[in-house]
C-alpha cells in the first residue's frame, strides 16, 4: 500500500476550529478566505491529492471527499472554494492513471503548492469567449464567472471557443497563469451565500496562450467524453461540502430542539433526519461510484453520478429547511448559525447539472439518445 505523507483529515481537524472562527468576519465583510486558504497552503492541503509518484501527499478521492465534508461543517466557502481546486487535480490524476496528459499539471502543483482555479461555469459544452490564431498559438478574450478562489489563484484551468479553417468550430481547453498579461480578477463577488469562496469574473483581455499549452481540442457543443472524467471525479468532491452543511444543521437542530414543548417540533425533527439520511446515502453513492479513480468514464458512470448529485442537492436543501423549522423562530437568528448554513446550501443547485438539466440528460439516456442534443 502506498503511504499517504499529507493527511486532509488531520489538516482539517487541526485547523477547522480556528476556520469556525473567522466565518462570521469573512460573512459580514464578502471577504474571500485568505487567511484560511493560506492556513491550508501552509500545511500542503492544496497538493495533498497528488500521488506520492510526484512529491504529493497521496490522499485518496474518498478521503478528500471526507475531508471537505468536515471542513464544511466548520467554514463552508473554505470547503467549497477548495472542492473547486481538488476537482481540477483529481481530473489531472485519474487522466494520468490513465494514460493521457495529467502529470504535467501535478509536477507543477507539487512544485510550488499551486492554487488552481475553475472556470467551469462557462465552460460547458459550448465554452464561451473568443480565439483569434496568432504566431505561435491564440489571442484569448472572455469572461469567465463564478473563478471559485480567484483571488489566491495561481492558474486557471479553462476553455474557450475557436473556428478552426479545417475542422470547423471547436473547443480548446488550456492552463493560463493568473499573472499573465491581460488577465484582470473583477471584485463582483457578492453573493446570498458561499460570501467567502471569491468566487469572482475573470476576465481575459487578448491573453496569449500558447500553442503547446493546449491540453485538448474537442468539437463544441457536443457532449465529449471528457466530462465522463470531469463530472465523475467533481461532483462527489463538490457535494461533499452540501451533506457537510447538511450535517451541520442538523447539530444544531438537535441541540436547539431538542427542549421545545412543541410536539410539532419532534415531528420536524423526524423530518430532518430522514433528509439527511437521503443526503448521505446518495452522496456516499457517488463517492462509491468514483471509487479511487477506478471506474469507467463513460455515459451511464457521469449519468449515474448526475442523478445522485441532484438527490444530494435537494436533500441537502430540506434537511437544512426542517432544521430550521424545528429550531423555531430562533433559528432565524444570525447567531444560531442556521441562517447561514441555509443561504450556503443553496448554491448546491447551480452546479452541474442544474436539475432540469440532470433530468433531461437522464431522460435521453433513458430514451436511448445521447445524453445531450448535439449543437451540429
Known amino acids: 500500500m502506498t503511504k499517504v505523507l499529507t493527511d486532509s483529515l488531520d489538516i482539517v481537524r487541526k485547523l477547522g476550529p480556528v476556520f469556525a472562527q473567522r466565518v462570521g468576519q469573512y460573512e459580514a465583510e464578502d471577504t474571500f478566505v ?13 497538493s495533498a491529492m497528488v500521488p506520492v509518484e510526484f512529491g504529493g501527499g497521496g490522499t485518496s478521492h474518498r478521503q478528500m471527499c ?55 461555469a462557462t465552460d460547458w459544452l459550448a465554452s464561451n469567449g473568443t480565439m483569434i490564431k496568432v504566431d505561435g498559438g491564440y489571442n484569448l ?16 484551468i479553462s476553455s474557450a471557443p475557436y473556428n478552426d479553417p479545417e475542422e470547423g468550430w471547436q473547443v480548446l481547453h488550456f492552463p493560463v497563469p493568473l499573472n499573465a498579461k491581460g488577465v484582470l480578477i473583477e471584485n463582483n463577488w457578492q453573493a446570498m451565500g458561499m460570501r467567502g469562496t471569491g468566487s469572482n469574473t475573470l476576465i481575459f483581455d487578448e491573453v496569449f496562450i500558447p500553442e503547446d499549452s493546449i491540453a485538448l481540442r474537442r468539437p463544441q457543443g457536443d457532449f465529449h467524453a471528457v466530462w465522463n472524467v470531469v463530472l465523475t471525479v467533481a461532483m462527489p468532491l463538490i457535494m461533499s461540502v452540501y451533506a457537510g452543511i447538511a450535517e451541520a444543521a442538523a447539530t444544531i437542530a438537535r441541540e436547539k430542539a431538542a427542549s421545545r414543548p412543541d ?42 453520478i448526475l442523478i445522485r448529485k441532484t438527490i444530494t442537492a435537494k436533500a441537502a436543501k430540506e434537511t437544512v429547511e426542517k432544521a430550521m ?9 444570525r447567531s444560531t448559525g442556521l441562517e447561514r448554513l441555509l443561504r450556503d446550501v443553496l448554491a448546491s443547485q447551480f452546479h452541474p447539472l442544474a436539475e432540469k438539466k440532470q433530468l433531461l440528460f437522464t431522460g435521453r439516456m433513458a430514451q436511448g439518445l445521447d445524453p445531450v442534443e448535439a449543437l451540429g
Open 325 to 333: 423549522e424545528a429550531v423555531g423562530g430562533t433559528g432565524y437568528f
Open 263 to 304: 410536539p410539532s417540533a419532534t415531528y420536524l425533527l423526524g423530518e430532518m433526519e430522514n433528509a439527511l439520511a437521503t443526503t448521505q446515502l446518495a452522496h456516499n453513492e457517488m463517492v462509491d461510484i468514483t471509487n479511487d479513480f477506478d471506474f469507467d468514464a463513460v455515459d451511464e458512470t457521469a449519468n449515474a
Open 141 to 156: 478574450d472572455a469572461r469567465k464567472i463564478f473563478a471559485s478562489g480567484s483571488p489566491a489563484g495561481d492558474l486557471a
Open 66 to 120: 471526507q475531508s471537505l465534508k468536515e471542513l464544511a461543517t466548520f467554514c463552508p466557502s473554505t470547503a467549497l472554494c477548495s472542492s473547486m481546486h481538488q476537482h481540477l487535480i483529481a481530473a489531472a490524476v485519474y487522466n494520468h492513471t490513465n494514460g493521457k496528459p495529467g502529470a504535467k499539471l501535478l509536477d507543477a502543483v507539487v512544485a510550488k503548492e499551486l492554487v488552481l482555479v475553475s472556470t467551469g
Open 34 to 46: 485568505k487567511e484560511n486558504y493560506a492556513d491550508l497552503k501552509a500545511e500542503k492541503f492544496f
